[in-house]
Nanobody
Framework: QVQLVESGGGLVQAGGSLRLSCAAS????????MGWYRQAPGKQRELVAS??????TNYANSVKGRFTISKISQNTVYLQMNSLKPEDTAVYHC????????????????WGQGTQVTVSS
């Protein structure tokens, strides 16, 4: 069993910054990839940023140059969000994309509960 604890969301004015954190625990031997997704009201969930254990990153075009995903360290990943815009308002979900559990089995796709980010204009 795996748990994801997300924190760092909140209300910020446009142009401000927030840092989200996601800590994974439980039956984890090693993590291959983690990511952040977001879902705004009435919209589909979309990828914000992801990173592999080798450090390969992938960003949505809308956040390139403003958001930075950290390397996976001690089963934790951060999302630094700068120059926030009202259109960044959404619930941000951490995703444990794939990992090896303590039995050595490959597991995929576990979601956190999400943290609300609201950017006021």
């Amino acid at each position: 069993q795996v748990q994801l604890v997300e924190s760092g969301g909140g209300l910020v004015q446009a142009g401000g910054s927030l840092r989200l954190s996601c800590a994974a625990s439980g039956s984890i031997f090693s993590i291959n990839a983690m990511g952040w997704y977001r879902q705004a009201p009435g919209k589909q969930r979309e990828l914000v940023a992801s990173i592999t254990y080798t450090g390969t990153t992938n960003y949505a075009n809308s956040v390139k140059g403003r958001f930075t995903i950290s390397k996976i360290s001690q089963n934790t990943v951060y999302l630094q969000m700068n120059s926030l815009k009202p259109e960044d308002t959404a619930v941000y979900h951490c995703n444990l994309e794939n990992w090896f559990d303590r039995k050595g089995e490959l597991q995929r796709n576990y979601w956190g509960q999400g943290t609300q980010v609201t950017v006021s204009s």
